[in-house]
């Protein structure tokens, strides 16, 4: 499974990248207005960290516009994904995008149909919301696992990017069903690898070897 930070903040993206754990970057225009920085410099200040895919959202809500916005934030760098959202103007500016060549994220994606919908017209990644849906009372995983089993059936190349993750329970839940990506905000992110045991029992460790006077 892949590990996308969910940010525009270029000092977590730095952080996880020097991890080795940073497969790419997810923005959304929330994300983004919270840096307070020029968006199309943002973009590219992230993309000279990762070589991944980062995905940058269009504002716009009518068609023509999204494709214009595509274009234009797909010039910024190679790796640049287009995040577009899942309505008809979003599905119908996929088609002319992806018949361009440019690599797009269907985003806002919370029921299977819309998954298939975006896979048939040509998504290079489909962002389902897990969080979200489980705010409102619904089984966000279940998503996944509606989404991974349509895309198995008929062997879509769009990759599930399994997104709104929350907490490290989701990251296990989505990779144990086969997600292919999981985006997380930087704060689930530091949780990966920690545990109370691993402490406890590295600092009994320490505690041990001082007593036997050696040095490190
Ligand atoms: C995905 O690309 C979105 O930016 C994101 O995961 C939304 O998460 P949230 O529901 O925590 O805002």
Same mark, same amino acid.
């Given at each position: ?10 000092? @977590? ?7 080795g ?6 923005t959304n &225009? ?16 992230i993309c000279?960290?990762?070589a991944?895919?980062?995905s ?10 999204m ?5 234009d ?16 103007? %979003?599905i119908?500016?996929?088609?002319i995008c992806s ?6 994220n ?7 149909? @819309? ?8 998504a290079a990644?489909?962002? &389902? ?7 409102? %009372?619904?089984?966000?995983? @279940? ?15 769009? @990759?599930?990017l ?5 907490h490290p ?8 069903i086969?997600a ?5 905000p ?8 920690k ?5 406890? %029992?590295?600092e009994?460790?320490?505690?041990d070897?001082?007593k036997?006077?050696a040095? &490190?």
């Amino acid at each position: 499974m892949k590990f996308f930070l969910d940010t525009a903040n270029l000092d @977590q993206i730095k952080a996880a990248h020097d991890m080795g754990l940073l497969d790419g970057v997810t923005t959304n &225009p929330s994300l983004v207005a919270k840096e307070g920085k020029d968006f199309k410099t943002l973009v590219n200040e992230i993309c000279k960290i990762t070589a991944g895919p980062v995905s940058a959202e269009v504002v716009s809500t009518e068609c023509e516009a999204m494709v214009r916005e595509a274009r234009d934030l797909r010039k910024i760098a190679s790796n640049v994904v287009v995040k577009l959202p899942t309505t008809a103007e %979003g599905i119908k500016a996929l088609k002319i995008c992806s018949t361009e060549g440019i690599s797009i994220n269907m985003t806002l994606v919370f029921q299977p149909i @819309q998954a298939l919908i975006v896979a048939k017209v040509g998504a290079a990644f489909c962002s &389902p919301f897990i969080g979200r849906l489980d705010d409102v %009372g619904e089984d966000g995983m @279940q998503l996944i696992r509606d989404i991974r089993l349509i895309y198995d059936n008929y062997g879509f190349p769009t @990759q599930l990017l399994a997104a709104s993750l929350r907490h490290p329970m989701h990251v296990v839940e989505a990779a144990k069903i086969g997600a292919d990506i999981g985006t997380m905000p930087y704060d689930v992110f530091q949780k990966l690898w920690k545990h109370p045991l691993t402490d406890i %029992g590295l600092e009994r460790f320490l505690s041990d070897w001082k007593k036997t006077g050696a040095k &490190p």
